[in-house]
């Protein structure tokens, strides 16, 4: 398993500059006992209490860039202090990243309150999900009975069912959008039909068309002065 060895320290003196180098040498000597493969060693001198810290932001990069599944720390706090450190475990539970402390001997154990917290704010983004879903589907039906707009009709590929589809149709999102549809309800609707595309994606694909076709009109234009 890759794993990333992360150490922190509040203030910058030669004190905690020691204990830094300690807690790498001790994180990286019990990696080697668990077997696991340190892709990335981060560590950075700043309060625990603040969200805005170097060390922090790489340690998620280094999480997605290496495929990292493990952080082992010294113990919690060396993550962060306060509702800072709920916030990091958090998000990096989000990222399926195990954590594992020092302290504990193990994966790291949360208290009882900690973990109430952690499970309160899981399952309210759990329903801002479905809150947002449910309002791409009344934008969607909003379209559908007020623009006069009927998805069938225009969509290539019916009776697919929810099979993935890599490619994207420029047309019926050129189409769609001359139905005046949000970019977000076009992604909504080519997803009905069973194609894999965000809002983001139907959006830079219509910019691309865009420019091509101004690229077009300028090199007609051209082509008639020269002639």
């Given at each position: 398993m890759k794993a990333i060895v992360y150490t922190r320290v509040s203030t910058k003196n030669?004190?905690?500059?020691?204990?830094?180098?300690?807690?790498?040498?001790?994180?990286?000597?019990?990696?080697?006992?668990?077997?696991?493969?340190?892709?990335?060693?981060?560590?950075?001198?700043?309060?625990?209490?603040?969200?805005?810290?170097?060390?922090?932001?790489?340690?998620?990069?280094?999480?997605?860039?290496?495929?990292?599944?493990?952080?082992?720390?010294?113990?919690?706090?060396?993550?962060?202090?306060?509702?800072?450190?709920?916030?990091?475990?958090?998000?990096?539970?989000?990222?399926?990243?195990?954590?594992?402390?020092?302290?504990?001997?193990?994966?790291?154990?949360?208290?009882?309150?900690?973990?109430?917290?952690?499970?309160i704010i899981a399952k309210v983004e759990e329903l801002q999900r479905k809150m947002m879903n449910q309002k791409i589907s009344w934008g969607m039906q909003r379209a559908i009975r007020e623009k006069g707009f009927d998805p069938t009709r225009n969509l290539k590929n019916q009776g697919l069912g929810g099979r993935e589809k890599k490619e994207v149709p420029v047309e019926q999102i050129i189409a769609l959008k001359d139905k005046k549809l949000t970019f977000e309800e076009i992604a909504a609707t080519l997803k009905g039909f069973g194609y894999d595309v965000s809002r983001a994606t139907v959006h830079r694909r219509y910019q691309e068309w865009l420019k091509n076709q101004s690229e077009s009109a300028a090199d007609d234009t051209e082509k008639v002065g020269g002639n």
């Open positions: 030669e004190e905690q500059e020691t204990s830094l180098e300690r807690q790498q040498e001790e994180l990286l000597a019990w990696a080697r006992e668990m077997g696991l493969d340190v892709v990335r060693v981060i560590s950075e001198q700043h309060s625990g209490f603040d969200l805005d810290r170097p060390g922090l932001y790489q340690l998620f990069d280094a999480i997605k860039k290496e495929k990292a599944k493990a952080v082992l720390i010294q113990d919690d706090t060396r993550l962060g202090r306060g509702e800072a450190k709920l916030a990091i475990i958090h998000q990096l539970y989000r990222m399926s990243c195990r954590i594992f402390s020092r302290q504990h001997q193990g994966e790291l154990e949360l208290d009882a309150g900690e973990s109430t917290v952690l499970h």
